[in-house]
T-cell receptor, first 112, second 114 residues
Framework: DQQVKQNSPSLSVQEGRISILNCDYT??????FLWYKKYPAEGPTFLIS?????DKNEDGRFTVFLNKSAKHLSLHIVPSQPGDSAVYFC???????????FGAGTTVTVRA | EAGVAQSPRYKIIEKRQSVAFWCNPI?????LYWYQQILGQGPKLLIQ????????DSQLPKDRFSAERLKGVDSTLKIQPAKLEDSAVYLC????????????FGPGTRLLVL
């Protein structure tokens, strides 16, 4: 049962524009959400996270928004750069638990 | 700080053969995870170790998969015998504590079963 869903397998955006990646979850017990970035032939690396007590968290060009009522979160990358081309995984967990549930990933391609 | 190391990086075997993967976590990380990532899907947790003890192996197909972390540092994951559907990337990750928000992933071992 897929508890975290990323319905867009790919996204193409022009350099300098905004990239918006979406993620939906079904388990209402999840209260901590993370985004991982993965380059080819490398493991995922942690990018940014958000706790359910917040609705926004910002780190440089990356901002994550959480809508608990809709069980939806999104990652905004502004401005998008060629080095942002990668696969982005959304993940969720309960804060007192270790187990991460991952989405299937969204491949972002930033065009020059 | 050295990252999570995994070997081999790639492996091609025939079905019914055996294969083993090795992982060396970040120094001082007590918690180690093995994930399976099938093409087009997100990583799925197979097993979690806390030091040399198993915390969760509920998703590990125990009829063919086994894992150990004898001295609480390195870990090996074995598949015997392999099936076609085992073709995937096997990721090892480690964290300082079990509930850590951040798991550090290795580069993975890409397995192809023919």
């Amino acid at each position: 049962d897929q508890q975290v869903k990323q319905n867009s397998p790919s996204l193409s955006v022009q350099e300098g524009r905004i990239s918006i990646l979406n993620c939906d979850y079904t388990n209402s017990m999840f209260d901590y959400f993370l985004w991982y970035k993965k380059y080819p032939a490398e493991g995922p690396t942690f990018l940014i996270s958000i706790s359910s007590i917040k609705d926004k968290n910002e780190d440089g060009r990356f901002t994550v928004f959480l809508n608990k009522s809709a069980k939806h979160l999104s990652l905004h990358i502004v401005p998008s750069q060629p080095g942002d081309s990668a696969v982005y995984f959304c993940a969720a967990k309960r804060s007192n638990d270790y187990k991460l549930s991952f989405g299937a990933g969204t491949t972002v391609t930033v065009r020059a | 700080e050295a990252g999570v190391a995994q070997s081999p990086r790639y492996k091609i075997i025939e079905k019914r053969q055996s294969v083993a993967f090795w992982c060396n976590p970040i120094s001082g990380h007590a918690t180690l995870y093995w994930y399976q990532q099938i093409l087009g899907q997100g990583p799925k947790l197979l097993i979690q170790f806390q030091n040399n003890g198993v915390v969760d192996d509920s998703q590990l197909p125990k009829d063919r998969f086994s894992a150990e972390r004898l001295k609480g540092v390195d870990s090996t994951l074995k598949i015997q015998p392999a099936k076609l559907e085992d073709s995937a990337v096997y990721l090892c990750a480690s964290s300082l504590v079990p509930q850590s928000e951040t798991q550090y992933f290795g580069p993975g071992t890409r397995l192809l079963v023919l």
